[in-house]
T-cell receptor, first 111, second 112 residues
């Protein structure tokens, strides 16, 4: 069964303490992997799209990387405003045009 | 910037009422989607549409229907609202299949 798994479920960091979030997937032919940020009570905000192994994208303190079976979202020197839930999503092998989302990593950055 | 708007941020309805949630996107996107999001269950796809008047069922279509009469507008209909449909409803759109989706702000629906 196609799956998208994110870890950890929750992560608490001190301001300035860098870390990484993981998204693993089991689709055989990747048509893109998408990262989103979601603040409480709001819709997800698009961050990055990655299409091939080895690809990297950066935005401020965030860098997303992709291998054949997983993606990492690296957060360098995070600030309290980076606190949010981070979601990844992939299109499944079934050919359905929609995305399947992971359950997310809830990140809290303490000052 | 892509803008996806939803008709209400908060909605309270009674059991058995017919409920309409509307979504409008302003970027001429082909695809539109309706999800619901519940604690511990993540984002679940209800329905999506890849063209005007076209629709496909997602993972949890029971109790819902949709309408897409114009390219920019996608409506979610709860034919007879039930308490288990209390949730956050999110609309999204994408330019083409397998592109990134852009989400609206969400509608928090409470069914009493």
């Amino acid at each position: 069964e196609d799956q998208v798994t994110q870890s950890p479920e929750a992560l608490r960091l001190q301001e300035g303490e860098s870390s990484s979030l993981n998204c693993s997937y089991t689709v055989s032919g990747l048509r893109g992997l998408f990262w989103y940020r979601q603040d409480p009570g709001k819709g997800p905000e698009f961050l990055f799209t990655l299409y091939s192994a080895g690809e990297e994208k950066e935005k401020e303190r965030l860098k997303a990387t992709l291998t054949k079976k997983e993606s990492f979202l690296h957060i360098t020197a995070p600030k309290p405003e980076d606190s949010a839930t981070y979601l990844c999503a992939v299109p499944m092998d079934t050919g359905r045009r929609a995305l399947t989302f992971g359950s997310g990593t809830r990140l809290q950055v303490q000052p | 910037d892509v803008k996806v708007t939803q008709s209400s941020r908060y909605l309270v309805k009674r059991t058995g009422e017919k409920v309409f949630l509307e979504c409008v996107q302003d970027m001429d996107h082909e695809n539109m989607f309706w999800y619901r999001q519940d604690p511990g269950l993540g984002l679940r796809l209800i329905y999506f549409s890849y063209d005007v008047k076209m629709k496909e069922k997602g993972d949890i279509p029971e109790g819902y229907s949709v309408s897409r009469e114009k390219k920019e507008r996608f409506s979610l209909i709860l034919e007879s609202a039930s308490t288990n449909q209390t949730s956050m409803y999110l609309c999204a759109s994408s330019l083409r299949s397998y592109n990134e989706q852009f989400f609206g702000p969400g509608t928090r629906l409470t069914v009493l």
